[in-house]
């Protein structure tokens, strides 16, 4: 055999013993996908896709390792890692919207709170502007009732008749009760020596109530529309 020819023989074999021998270019890429992902959950997020992906891999393994065919081995590594590459996608937009949907619910919560304490305060405020204004009006009604006290205090409560005088005309007095329909209420007072309302002595000395119902007004009044 020409020694031309034997050199490039040799160079053959040496090259086909070369090709068999080089690891394919793409297996340490899918391992450490598979790697990544294991480490990111993806078995327990995205169970399928994950083992679709694994069972690439370990079928290019069996290629590899078995069958020694590192071009076939390398297309399926290269196919593992592509899918490795998809579902890291995936995983990435799950976790976006993972993250978009608990900030949503984050907001949602503080203006609730938000609310919350706008509600409170509120009530805090309605509820002192009620005690205010029932602090103002129980002032009011007991500067009214000692007006009334020191008003009643300063009115007689006896009366010296005058010549000609009747009790309509005694209650009509302004310092009487400055109306003549109540003269009743001191016709009552004064039976023991009043007989006929419209007949009085001169220096009489009745007495004038001052403690009276609205009932007994409301009678009073009845009583002097019917004479």
Excluded at 19 to 27: F, G, H, I, K, L
Excluded at 43 to 56: F, G, N, Q, T, V
Excluded at 101 to 108: G, M, S, V, Y
């Amino acid at each position: 055999m020409p020694l031309l020819t034997r050199g490039i023989l040799l160079a053959a074999v040496l090259l086909l013993a070369g090709c068999a021998s080089t690891e394919p270019v793409w297996r340490e890429r899918a391992q450490w996908s598979l790697e990544q992902l294991a480490y990111e959950t993806a078995h327990e997020l995205r169970p399928e896709a994950y083992r679709s992906m694994l069972e690439a891999f370990e079928q290019g393994e069996a290629v590899y390792l078995k069958q020694r065919d590192a071009e076939q081995a390398d297309q399926l590594y290269r196919l593992a890692f592509q899918k490795g590459q998809l579902l890291k996608m995936e995983l990435d937009e799950f976790r976006a919207h993972q993250l978009a949907e608990a900030q949503r619910k984050a907001e949602i919560e503080r203006q609730r709170q938000a609310e919350e304490r706008k509600r409170i305060e509120e009530e805090a405020q309605e509820r002192k502007r009620k005690e205010q204004a029932a602090r103002e009006l129980a002032a009011a009604k007991a500067a009214q009732a000692e007006q009334n006290a020191v008003a009643l205090r300063e009115l007689p409560v006896r009366y010296s008749v005058r010549r000609g005088e009747t009790l309509p005309q005694i209650a009509a007095r302004p310092e009487i009760y400055n109306e003549a329909g109540l003269w009743p209420l001191i016709y009552r007072a004064n039976r023991d020596q009043v007989r006929d309302p419209y007949q009085l002595w001169p220096g009489q000395v009745l007495k004038i109530p001052r403690s009276y119902t609205r009932e007994e007004a409301v009678d009073a009044r009845r009583q002097a529309g019917r004479r």
